[in-house]
């Protein structure tokens, strides 16, 4: 099974030059010393980077922040033995489960009734049928037989979770639930409200997903270069990010097989990869909700793209294609 860790990632976050200084910036705090951690989160790289003129407050800001990640991180992680998640999966219950638990199924619930179902948290079943046929020993390259993937569909449906104050459960047998299409973003949006709490006016956070508060200075957004899978070095479009999320999603950033057919992008109601676009980033006012909806477009076509978008008026979808052309489609 062919493994890719760069999966799900903007190709680059940097500064820059506006000309002017933009609406809202604060004139104080942009020109304070800009203080970045870089680390480990779920899998990827994350960095927090953030000013303040204060260098020891600001390292004891961003420890906090990383406890808090690691926090969030050791409930939410399909690979921790001892993870919530992990937890929940094997037992089919999970009672008294944290806020933070109930809040992240809540909100992929909620993006799985406005896609009707295209992003649904349950999905892991297929997941795990796809990684035992392909790490099996001479794999049938087709994929696993069809009725093994009717039989691991049968076990997924986001209406069988259950998520009340006292216990999530599976009204299915055999059900589990994977966070890998929304975590990086939910994690994300709690450190940013992290360190709004700590008075922090202009910070740039990226768990995979990417939020900014502010301005990266007074004459300067932040600004998202976006990866083409093709090549990498040659960013499809760069996006500022002024008080607004960011997540991108590529069929090609995790593959089962040698050709590259079967990717982690897999649609719960076929069981299959279809590969619809390059490359699929998503703007929305926070990462929690950017992030499951790229997973979710990556798996629509345009028109249900759009359609999905009347609702959300704060939230942009921009779609490279395979021919190279590029489409931007915006809520309303």
Known sequence: MQRRLSRRRVLAIAAVAAGLPLPGAVEEAPDAPLITWTGQVLGAVGSISLRHPDPATAERIVARSVAELHRLEAMFS??????LLVELNRRGVLAAPPPEMRQILDAALHVA???GGVFDPTVQPVWHLYCAHFTRREADPAGPPPAAVAEALDRV??????VGPDSILFARRGMAVTL???AQGYITDRVVDLLREEGIGHTLVDMGEARALGTQSAVRPWR??????VG???PWKTLDLVDRA???SGDDGFVFDVTGRFTHLLDPRTGLSPRRYRAVSVLAPEATTADALSTAFALLPEDMI????VGLPTVEAHLLRHDGSEVALRGG
């Open 306 to 309: 759009a359609s999905t978008l």
């Open 246 to 248: 960011l997540a991108s």
């Open 113 to 115: 009734s406005l896609t």
């Open 78 to 83: 399909l690979y921790r033995p001892d993870s």
């Open 232 to 234: 990498p070095e040659r």
């Open 157 to 162: 449906g986001h209406r069988y979770l259950r």
């Open 224 to 229: 998202a270069a976006l990866a083409d899978p």
């Open 180 to 182: 890998n299409g929304i």
